[in-house]
């Protein structure tokens, strides 16, 4: 039984889910970010409609993620780490305590309904928080407020009060998912994957993981998909060799293709063509590049490149 057996098996790419519900209480969440590439995502693990109980909001590493609702409980967890790693950037941009204080009521007066960014900008100074809508202060106080537990971002990007009505939770339950989702990994993958100070993750209880063997299964990813990010070592899954065409930088992840948790190819979309780059024998992904298509409603084309 190989890891990136058992990692495709954990994460819903080998043994698909039967809707989002299911796929979120194996997976905990999904990169959000991109909506785009959050539904490529979905449909990888055999879900075609993200429709249901989710919230879109910054969680963990600070970034956009779609979660369950009842599985909000880890902005109140992770919220406050994030907060105090932005208490230098927001005092360059002039968002002091004072303000971002007096923010969080305002934008609760202010979101009676799910509002644009512009638009949200210019209703908080029209009652008394004034930000430079050309300056990074907005995307500052916005995600200061989400890590606050104030503030959601919808999937057609506009923004709305977050209402957090879970029971708190601590670190080893948010280790647990992360190995359910993510296993085998270790407390280095969960520190990445969370954003949490290795200082926190120590002393975590023992986790089983689920066992599973190689299944010839096939998945064409997109560029945020969870599978590569829950790791900080991607070895076992990525040859160091090709790490570089499928991690360009600033965590952005090249799409790419999955043979039983290995992989072995880039690919781009380029209108419905679909161009793929392997890294050694050509994989059999005539299905998943067909099935890709419908869900994109192209009538696809794969070449080799």
């Known amino acids: 039984m190989t890891a990136p057996a058992r990692r495709m098996r ?68 992770l919220g406050p780490v994030f907060i105090a790693a932005g208490k230098r950037r927001r005092a360059q941009l002039g968002l002091t305590d004072e303000l971002c204080a007096r923010a969080l009521p305002a934008l609760r007066e202010v979101l009676a309904e799910p509002l644009g960014r512009d638009a949200l900008v210019g209703r908080l100074a029209e009652v008394g928080v004034v930000l430079d809508p050309r300056s990074q202060a907005p995307a500052h106080l916005l995600a200061f407020a989400a890590h606050s537990g104030v503030l959601r971002r919808g999937l057609d990007d506009t923004y709305g009060l977050l209402r957090v009505e879970c029971e708190p939770r601590g670190v080893d339950e948010l280790w647990r998912r992360h190995r359910r989702a993510y296993g085998p990994a270790t407390p280095d993958d969960f520190a990445a994957w969370s954003g949490l100070p290795k200082r926190a993750v120590r002393d975590l209880p023992e986790v089983v993981d689920e066992p599973a063997g190689p299944r010839g299964a096939v998945r064409v990813l997109g560029h945020f998909d969870p599978y590569l990010l829950g790791y900080r070592d991607r070895s076992a899954a990525l040859d160091p060799a090709h790490a570089r065409l499928v ?15 290995r992989v ?42």
């Open 10 to 77: 954990a994460q819903r790419l080998s043994a698909p889910a039967s809707g989002v519900e299911d796929l979120l209480d194996s997976v905990f969440a999904l990169q959000a970010q991109d909506v785009p590439a959050a539904r490529l995502a979905a449909r990888a693990r055999g879900v075609r409609s993200l429709d249901g109980p989710v919230v879109r909001t910054w969680a963990m590493r600070g970034t956009l993620h779609l979660l369950h609702e009842r599985d909000l409980w880890v902005v109140g967890l």
């Open 264 to 305: 072995v190819a880039t690919w781009r979309r380029v209108g419905a063509r679909f161009e793929v780059h392997p890294f050694g024998a050509r994989p059999d992904i005539a299905e998943e590049v067909a099935d890709l298509g419908r869900f994109l409603d192209v009538d696809a084309a794969l070449t080799w490149v």
């Open 247 to 261: 991690q360009t930088g600033g965590g952005f992840l090249t799409p790419h293709v999955v043979v039983d948790g």
